[in-house]
């Protein structure tokens, strides 16, 4: 069985569900975890934090009333306060493409440190350095990650990823699928608490045994 988690690197409630899917994953050591990225602001799509303040500032105190996770100043401080701030998914949606191809076991580990990076220390994620200090991190060269994340390969790898998303019908963030031999089958569709999706993945595998 394949656990696909489907989120995207700037998406407040996948920042809050990333550390139900860690605790998933440590439940099920024999079960493989594969992250896709959403996709969810890219291109002609992109646009000023500004645009979306007042929500973040409602939308931030649900997120940590429902999922626990804490927002911090340096993001509602700093980056809120920039007004100027890009957001676009596709340059940190290529640093876990990049990832996944060296260290794919730990990819879930990733998005969550990139999202600690964003909505909790407040740093840029179009910015390079952002993601030397994360390849540090995991033991890897810096300046090699950064350059493969902006290499047309990756880009190209990554936005092919959004369409793949995008054909199975999701456009909201979080999502997880359940892979089986026999067929995928939809466990997460916005933040859904860890008892939840166990509960789902149990029906799916007693259901496949009795079939």
Same mark, same amino acid.
């Given at each position: 069985?394949?656990?696909?988690? /489907?989120?995207?690197?700037?998406?407040?409630?996948?920042?809050?569900?990333?550390?139900? $899917?860690?605790?998933?994953?440590?439940?099920?050591?024999?079960?493989?975890?594969?992250?896709?990225?959403?996709?969810?602001?890219?291109?002609?799509?992109?646009?000023?934090?500004?645009?979306?303040?007042?929500?973040?500032?409602?939308?931030?105190?649900?997120?940590?009333?429902?999922?626990? /996770? %804490?927002?911090?100043?340096?993001?509602?401080?700093?980056?809120?306060?920039?007004?100027?701030?890009?957001?676009?998914?596709?340059?940190?949606?290529?640093?876990?493409?990049? #990832?996944?191809?060296?260290?794919?076991?730990?990819? $879930?580990?990733?998005?969550?440190? /990139?999202?600690?990076? #964003?909505?909790?220390?407040?740093?840029?994620?179009?910015?390079?350095?952002?993601?030397?200090?994360?390849?540090?991190?995991?033991?890897?060269?810096?300046?090699? #990650?950064?350059?493969?994340?902006?290499?047309?390969? $990756?880009?190209?790898?990554?936005?092919?990823? #959004?369409?793949?998303?995008?054909?199975?019908?999701?456009?909201?963030?979080?999502?997880? $699928?359940?892979?089986?031999?026999?067929?995928?089958?939809?466990?997460?569709?916005?933040?859904?608490?860890? %008892?939840?999706?166990?509960?789902? /993945?149990?029906?799916?595998?007693?259901?496949?045994?009795?079939?």
């Amino acid at each position: 069985m394949t656990f696909i988690y /489907i989120a995207d690197p700037i998406c407040g409630w996948c920042y809050g569900f990333t550390p139900v $899917v860690q605790q998933l994953q440590q439940n099920h050591p024999d079960m493989q975890f594969d992250v896709l990225s959403g996709g969810m602001i890219t291109g002609d799509n992109r646009y000023p934090i500004e645009r979306m303040e007042q929500y973040i500032l409602k939308a931030h105190k649900q997120v940590e009333s429902l999922t626990g /996770i %804490e927002f911090g100043k340096a993001f509602l401080d700093g980056l809120l306060l920039s007004k100027t701030y890009l957001q676009d998914s596709e340059k940190p949606s290529t640093a876990i493409t990049v #990832f996944k191809q060296l260290k794919p076991a730990q990819a $879930v580990d990733f998005v969550h440190d /990139i999202q600690v990076a #964003f909505n909790f220390d407040g740093k840029s994620l179009n910015d390079d350095a952002t993601y030397r200090e994360l390849a540090i991190k995991y033991g890897l060269d810096p300046d090699a #990650f950064v350059a493969e994340m902006n290499s047309d390969e $990756v880009r190209y790898a990554t936005n092919q990823e #959004f369409a793949q998303v995008q054909s199975w019908g999701i456009t909201g963030f979080p999502a997880a $699928v359940l892979a089986t031999d026999k067929q995928y089958y939809l466990v997460a569709k916005g933040f859904t608490p860890l %008892e939840d999706i166990e509960a789902r /993945i149990q029906n799916i595998l007693n259901e496949e045994a009795n079939s």
